[in-house]
């Protein structure tokens, strides 16, 4: 089959991780459709020209407004911080291009809602990077579930946890900065517990949350002997009501010290419970109410069979996986939902319907009050 030429914008954490994906994914999963490295744009020129060496891109260059609607391009993968998703993905949808964007999908829900209109009206294929959705484990646990095995699910308690701004003195970097991040806790880690949520569980109906900045100013990144004020949240709780009946929480932080990565879930259901933490990716932990009373107990599972959601494509069982095999993963599953002309999920659709849950945690701890999410009957 044809390659297909990707272009990447954002140099930075995300366009290494998509960088590493892009040059494995081939080798390991098998594609039907051959991604070619094309061009890595970004603003920090030795970075790019860092991440071109290292990673195997073609071309470098600063200019995404060149890159994006170049003929030789086929895939635009946005990397760069939410304020500029919705012109850089606007762009590529209307210059007919493929388009993988990191989350949130932007910083307001009216930016999301112009993102999904663009590439609906252009007609392109379409993938939001919640990267957690393919994390073996995770997988598994949304096979249990549909197969009923732990019958109608009641409760959701996803918290993802951090700890890289417990120290006051940390800068005033962009995720702290609301023109750039468009939220703190909640726009950056919530929203993977959230996708997650809808995945396993279902949509968000309602919501009742509250946001909460405990320092409330920091060093500015060039001039540290000055401060200036924080202006997202630091941390986020929220109580959720599903469509389907289910409740549940979603805490995000990352002034949890000692918590580095803790993506955590539990899910309790009518015959069962499923619970899973990043820290400890290749283990799902279950719960069976169908096993004999005098064996029941929470087991641990290692993901690790062929099997198992995407396994076989790498090592023998026991041979444990990492953080960067899910975008791994993701691109695998872009690739073939190209090949196959179809919707890769989850898509821009899922990341309206995420911002809208966060708008609505936002509005709910402004206002005091439970707050539907729009679109969610
Ligand atoms: N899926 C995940 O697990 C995950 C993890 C971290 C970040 N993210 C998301 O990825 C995105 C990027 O985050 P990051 O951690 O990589 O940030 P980062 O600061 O490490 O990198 C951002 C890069 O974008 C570049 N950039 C900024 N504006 C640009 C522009 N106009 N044109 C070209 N390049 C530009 C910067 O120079 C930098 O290289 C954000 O949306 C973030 O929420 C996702």
């Known amino acids: 089959m044809p390659d297909l030429n990707i272009a990447l914008i954002g140099a930075g954490f995300m366009g290494k991780a998509h960088s590493n994906a892009w040059r494995q994914v081939s080798a390991f999963c098998r594609p039907r459709l051959t991604p070619h490295r094309k061009v890595i744009c970004g603003l920090v020129r030795p970075q790019v020209r860092d991440m071109a060496r290292a990673y195997g891109w073609e071309e470098t260059a600063a ?27 606007i762009a590529a949808a209307q210059a007919g291009k493929v388009i993988l964007c990191e989350k949130p999908l932007a910083n307001t829900v009216k930016d999301a809602e112009r993102m999904l209109a663009a590439v609906e009206r252009a007609g392109v294929t379409h993938m939001i990077n919640h990267n957690y959705r393919r994390v073996p484990a995770v997988a598994l646990a949304r096979q249990i579930i549909k197969e009923g095995r732990i019958g109608k699910i009641r409760h ?12 006051p003195g940390f800068p005033l970097v962009w995720r702290l900065d609301r023109r750039k991040a468009g939220s703190g806790a909640l726009g950056d880690i919530a929203s993977h517990a959230i996708d997650l949520a809808r995945m396993l569980v279902g949509e968000i109906a309602e919501v009742a949350g509250a946001t909460e900045t405990f320092i409330k100013t920091r060093p500015l990144p060039d001039h540290p002997s000055r401060k200036g004020r924080v202006t997202v949240d630091d941390a986020v709780v929220a109580a959720v009501r599903f469509a389907n009946g289910a409740i549940g929480s979603i805490e995000a932080t990352r002034l949890a010290p000692g918590r580095k990565n803790y993506n955590r879930f539990e899910i309790n259901g009518s015959l069962g419970s499923l619970a899973f933490n990043l820290e400890r990716l290749n283990e799902l932990e279950v719960y069976f109410e169908s096993d004999p009373p005098s064996l029941r107990g929470f087991r641990t599972v290692l993901v690790t069979e062929s099997t198992h959601p995407h396994v076989a494509a790498w090592w023998p069982p026991g041979h444990i996986i990492g953080w960067e095999h899910t975008f791994t993963h993701t691109v695998y599953d872009l690739l073939e939902a190209i090949a196959a002309k179809k919707l890769p999920s989850p898509n821009f659709h899922d990341g309206v319907m995420n911002q809208r849950v966060l708008d609505a945690i936002e509005r709910s701890s402004r206002t005091r009050r439970w707050v539907r999410v729009k679109g969610v009957a």
């Open 63 to 89: 200019d995404w407004r060149k890159v994006v609607s170049r003929p030789d391009i086929d895939i635009v993968d946005v990397c760069t911080p939410g304020d500029s998703h919705a012109e850089i993905a």
């Open 156 to 167: 959701f308690r996803g918290t993802y946890l951090q700890d890289w701004i417990t120290d």
